[in-house]
């Protein structure tokens, strides 16, 4: 049962165009959501979030969007960077369960080309 | 760098043998969470420990254990290891039980022949 689903296994983007990554859920206790950005080698490193009272957060480049009713959030990087390249994970957590307690997307390969 | 230190990196050991895996999280930090990354399950939370207490488990198998010692380490123990336990093992830590995100370690790769 995967409650968290990342369909895209992977993305290609040119350099200074908008990446566009998403991600739907199934559970409706799911109040807050998380993206993730990995490298090789490198643990998983928080990138931004969203509570579930809101439909949209940003942060410099990064925006997180949020609709609830589509049970659907996506990830929007504008300009895309070729340090960009990585893999992305969705993840959320419910409220009042340890805040530690994410569901995890499988993630989906960015790789952003010069 | 996270601030989240594992070891070892890289464990390769047979089928039926135990492992112990550690994790020294960020300073300050109470809480520390276990994730396993697989191949075909993605990354899947284990179990938290807050202060040396364990506060919320997952999908953690009987053969698994951990705990968090007063230092505030902790251990992840695998037992009567199987092939399909070879994973990339995350442990991650916050500076609460609540904190807003977690940060993670860079990863224990075991591998069972």
């Not at chain 1, 559970?27 to 579930?52: Q, R, V």
């Not at chain 2, 960020?26 to 697989?38: C, E």
């Not at chain 2, 990354?43 to 997952?58: C, D, H, S, V």
């Not at chain 2, 904190?99 to 075991?110: A, R």
């Amino acid at each position: 049962d995967q409650q968290v689903k990342q369909n895209s296994p992977s993305l290609s983007v040119q350099e200074g165009r908008i990446s566009i990554l998403n991600c739907d859920y199934t559970n409706s206790m799911f109040d807050y959501f998380l993206w993730y950005k990995k490298y090789p080698a490198e643990g998983p490193t928080f990138l931004i979030s969203i509570s579930s009272i809101k439909d949209k957060n940003e942060d410099g480049r990064f925006t997180v969007f949020l609709n609830k009713s589509a049970k659907h959030l996506s990830l929007h990087i504008v300009p895309s960077q070729p340090g960009d390249s990585a893999v992305y994970f969705c993840a959320a957590r419910t409220g009042g369960t340890s805040y530690g307690k994410l569901t995890f997307g499988q993630g989906t390969i960015l790789t952003v080309h010069p | 760098d996270s601030g989240v230190t594992q070891t070892p990196k890289h464990l390769i050991t047979a089928t039926g043998q135990r492992v112990t895996l550690r994790c020294s999280p960020r300073s300050g930090d109470l809480s520390v969470y276990w994730y396993q990354q697989s191949l075909d399950q993605g990354l899947q939370f284990l179990i938290q420990y807050y202060n040396g207490e364990e506060r919320a488990k997952g999908n953690i198998l009987e053969r698994f254990s951990a705990q968090q010692f007063p230092d505030l380490h902790s251990e992840l123990n695998l037992s009567s290891l199987e092939l399909g336990d070879s994973a990339l093992y995350f442990c991650a830590s916050s500076n609460t039980g609540f904190g807003n995100t977690i940060y993670f370690g860079e990863g224990s790769w075991l591998t069972v022949v």
